[in-house]
């Protein structure tokens, strides 16, 4: 591999950021939350009750693409909650 193969390999390994969706507050409709967070992740009423009423900031979803993150950010703030995405650590 000559020396423009590595830095093409780089840019094309670096190129791609993984994002994760955090939920920070659920704000004034939580229940509103949990059923946008069922819809997102999939999981029961139970689980998506216990991330949005426990300790926060929550994770709700992690290493997805930035517009799949951005789509589900929208989604939450749409319902009242503070929701970020963040570059996946």
């Known amino acids: 591999m000559g020396e ?6 780089g840019l094309l390994v670096c190129d791609h950021t ?3 969706v955090l939920l920070l507050d ?3 409709a939580p229940f509103e939350v949990v059923k946008v967070h069922r819809e997102l ?4 009423i139970l ?3 216990q991330a949005v ?3 926060l900031p929550v994770p709700v979803l992690t290493g997805v ?5 951005r ?9 009242g909650a503070t929701a970020e995405a963040r570059p996946h650590a």
Not at 4 to 9: H, K
Not at 41 to 44: F, K, L, P
Not at 71 to 79: Q, W, Y
């Open 18 to 20: 993984d994002y994760d």
């Open 41 to 44: 992740t999939g999981v029961g």
């Open 26 to 28: 659920p704000g004034p």
């Open 47 to 49: 689980a998506a009750k």
């Open 4 to 9: 423009f193969g590595g830095i093409r390999y």
């Open 53 to 55: 009423t426990g300790p």
């Open 65 to 69: 693409e930035e517009r799949t993150a």
């Open 71 to 79: 789509r589900c950010v929208a989604r939450l703030r749409a319902v």
